[in-house]
């Protein structure tokens, strides 16, 4: 072992022997690199590889990398598994970029192999300049300081073990052992944030001064650090999420100190868009609030300070829907909303209009609204509340009324 990259990989994969991988191979400089080490290595560490590619129909050429990386594994006498999706629907569909969405699918993806063939890792080729680009984009599209490291040697199920070696270092590796891997077009494109760090900033300053890049690894391990701790400190702030929705108790998120609640709601959000500095302050600025608001934020998510609790939520959630039951339909299914609705016997043969609340609506002698209000429900709950109508009079409002023939239980989402 003549190279950096074998030496070091060697050294960080020894402490691994007899396990199973799940291997990303897209087929690139990076993944190929891995592969080839990992096949080299496989029966001295009594590896089980299994390779996987993931097509995500982005790209004109995606094909021609997926048959290049079936071409490769042949080769080593290893099956690949290639799962493929269509990242742009996923994208319109859940109301995320599509940069999440990829990302998502990808771990979704991975997860499916591993239970697969019980493995024990996913493993991946992310590497020492992945962790610097990643620090400048932060740094550029506005971040915090417990937030500058993009991802760990190890987390979870996911194993990173190239972190420690340069994109030299794999030059290196991949000219000795003359190692074929296909380009990526989109990765000459400058108009990518991180293809213009990659081609422009980061050689400037392996040119100006190397060393520098220590200087960066060691200011994100101290921000991981800092990470950890935050976590620690909100742990006793709960995050209750039904599918998509996200609340926590208003009175337990005002027990945070503004450091810790602008940590908590960085992690929140990060699940449907990138965190950026100036969403969390607009978030913080309205929940100091005394009155209930909402705010839009990236991706078709709304923010909600209310009464009892805080909510993140897609707006599709508390768009205006409407079913009509038919006589002799005991039960009705709102996937939408995730509720159940059974109806009694009186009820059953009954042709129901089941729908949210509208402006104007009564209920009795007053209105629906101000009912709310008087009850302290929060915004969030009365625009998903389920009303029940007959022949255009409001017969029952879930949390206001009390009528044994109308039982609503809610689905669990996940």
């Known amino acids: 072992m003549n190279t950096s990259f074998e030496k070091k990989l060697y050294e960080r994969l020894s402490e691994f022997r007899n396990k199973k991988f799940v291997v990303g191979f897209s087929g690139g400089r990076d993944s190929s690199a891995l592969l080839h080490f990992l096949n080299r290595f496989r029966d001295e560490f009594s590896f089980e590889l299994y390779p996987c590619h993931i097509n995500h129909r982005l790209r004109k050429n995606a094909g021609e990398d997926e048959g290049f990386s079936l071409k490769v594994c042949r080769e080593y006498s290893l099956k690949l598994e290639v799962i493929s999706g269509d990242v742009k629907n996923i994208a319109e569909t859940q109301g995320i970029s599509a940069e999440q969405a990829a990302r998502k699918f990808r771990i979704e993806s991975f997860t499916k192999i591993k239970e697969k063939y019980n493995a024990d890792y996913i493993v991946t080729a992310h590497h020492m300049d992945d962790l610097i680009e990643t620090f400048f984009l932060k740094i550029f599209q506005g971040t915090t300081v417990y937030n500058l490291k993009g991802f760990n040697y190890e987390s979870g199920t996911f194993l990173r073990p190239m972190l420690e070696i340069s994109g030299d270092e794999i030059d290196e590796y991949i000219n000795k052992y003359r190692i074929m891997y296909v380009n990526d077009p989109t990765n000459k494109d400058i108009n990518i944030p991180r293809n213009w760090i990659r081609q422009r900033i980061i050689p400037e300053i392996k040119e100006y001064n190397p060393g520098y890049f220590k200087n960066i690894l060691k200011l994100q391990n101290e921000s991981s650090?800092?990470?950890?701790?935050?976590?620690?400190?909100?742990?006793?702030?709960?995050?209750?999420?039904?599918?998509?929705?996200?609340?926590?108790?208003?009175?337990?998120?005002?027990?945070l100190s503004e450091y810790e609640k602008r940590y908590l709601v960085s992690a929140v959000i990060a699940d449907f868009c990138r965190p950026g500095k100036q969403i969390i302050e607009n978030i913080l600025d309205i929940s100091n609030k005394r009155e209930s608001r909402r705010i839009n934020l990236p991706n078709d998510f709304i923010f909600e300070k209310s009464y009892s609790y805080i909510y993140f939520f897609p707006s599709s959630a508390v768009e205006s829907y409407e079913y009509l039951k038919k006589p002799s339909e005991k039960v009705v299914i709102l996937s939408k909303i995730g509720k159940i609705i059974t109806f009694g016997n009186d009820l059953k043969n009954e042709s129901l209009r089941v729908r949210n609340r509208r402006k104007g609506d009564r209920f009795g002698r007053k209105k629906l609204k101000d009912l709310f209000i008087?009850?302290?429900?929060?915004?969030?709950?009365?625009?998903?509340?389920?009303?029940?109508?007959?022949?255009?009079?409001?017969?029952?409002?879930?949390?206001?009324?009390?009528?044994?023939?109308?039982?609503?239980?809610?689905?669990?989402?996940?």
Not at 236 to 255: C, E, H, P
Not at 384 to 413: A, H, P
């Open 374 to 414: 008087d009850a302290g429900k929060d915004l969030f709950v009365r625009d998903t509340s389920v009303v029940v109508e007959k022949e255009g009079q409001i017969i029952f409002v879930e949390g206001l009324s009390d009528r044994k023939n109308i039982r609503i239980d809610k689905i669990s989402q996940g």
């Open 225 to 255: 650090v800092l990470d950890g701790y935050l976590s620690s400190k909100v742990e006793k702030v709960q995050v209750r999420k039904n599918g998509a929705v996200y609340k926590i108790n208003l009175n337990d998120f005002n027990t």
